[in-house]
């Protein structure tokens, strides 16, 4: 079984709409974090997490938010989706015990907003 | 602030044809450098971390080294199997990893 798992792993919606991915690790770590990658762009970092009750914006938190249901939980929410949202979200996490925070990533959500 | 760039963004080689992707760092304080590779439409598969100036690390026909500005990752005798975008990351502190966009390698047989 994979240590990160995203669901879904496809998603396509319409402009407005209200949408959930979620993000599992059976990794044990305390770190969780989502990126997005576009084309030519590389990954951006949206929002992450150090332990359960710690949220930070990343670089292009504008128009996401998250939960962070336990430690090996976390979901990223868009409010109300729009067509510059279509892109491949990632998960990934790391464990703050190890001294370099290598991070491991999910297969990732490939999300089309129209 | 922590910075990344990855030379050149790609590179076509023919199977056999050894080369190297170049990544430049600027970092206040270096905890670790991170190569990963991507298939298309895959997550980030990690490689290697590189701590200090000098390293190296090698896996099958990779090969990582470290110096103060930069790392580079050469690719010995490729192989079709080796194409993939190849992400350099690196560590400063307690924030995230910082990414360089990539280098989209393609090896034709």
């Known amino acids: 079984d994979a240590d990160v798992t995203q669901t879904p792993r496809n998603r396509i919606t319409k402009t407005g709409k209200r949408i959930m991915l979620e993000c599992s690790q059976t990794?044990?770590?305390?770190?969780m974090y989502w990126y997005r990658q576009d084309p030519g762009l590389g990954l951006r970092l949206i929002y992450y997490?150090?332990?359960?009750?710690?949220?930070n914006k990343g670089e292009i938190s504008d128009g996401y938010s998250v939960s962070r249901q336990a430690q090996a939980k976390f979901s990223l929410s868009l409010e109300s989706a729009i067509p510059n949202q279509t892109a491949l979200y990632f998960c990934?996490?790391?464990?703050?015990?190890?001294?370099?925070?290598?991070?491991?990533f999910g297969p990732g959500t490939r999300l089309t907003v129209l | 602030e922590d910075q990344v760039t990855q030379s050149p963004e790609a590179l076509r080689l023919q199977e056999g044809e050894s080369s190297s992707l170049n990544c430049s760092y600027t970092?206040?304080?270096?905890?670790?450098l991170f190569w990963y590779r991507q298939d298309p439409g895959k997550g980030p598969e990690f490689l290697f971390t590189?701590?200090?100036a000098g390293e190296e690390k090698e896996k099958e026909r990779l090969k990582a080294t470290l110096t103060k500005k930069e790392s580079f990752l050469h690719i010995t005798a490729p192989k079709p199997e080796d194409s993939a975008t190849y992400l350099c990351?690196?560590?400063?502190?307690?924030?995230?990893?910082?990414f360089g966009k990539g280098t989209r390698l393609s090896v034709i047989a």
């Open positions: 990934a996490t790391s464990d703050a015990g190890t001294s370099t925070d290598t991070q491991y």
């Open positions: 990794k044990g770590h305390d770190r």
């Open positions: 997490s150090f332990d359960v009750k710690d949220i």
């Open positions: 970092v206040s304080g270096l905890r670790g």
């Open positions: 590189l701590y200090s």
């Open positions: 990351a690196v560590n400063s502190g307690n924030t995230p990893l910082v």
